[in-house]
């Protein structure tokens, strides 16, 4: 059993733990295409006024978001 009482992938669990890198969307470049979204494992990017917004909280810093936006609208932040 893991945490909070559910099971977790241990990677994923380290992934979050060791995370260094934020990521952001710089919503003057964001058309709102949703595929960050969608390529999201978890579930961390939300729509706000039709522009892709990051959860912080969620995130846990894989990077796929950025490599799947057409328009060069997520940055990657050192923590
Ligand atoms: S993939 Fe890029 S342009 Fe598309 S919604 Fe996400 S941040 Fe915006
Ligand atoms: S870095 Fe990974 S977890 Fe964070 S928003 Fe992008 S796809 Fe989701």
Redesign the pocket.
Known sequence: MGINGEYMNLDEYFAKQEKKDT?MVESQYCVGCGR?KM????N??KKINGISF?QQDV???????IEVCPHGAIVKTKA
Do not use: D, F, K, T
């Open positions: 990521y960050c390529s999201c494992p978890e961390a990017i990051i995130c846990m810093g894989c990077g796929r978001c």
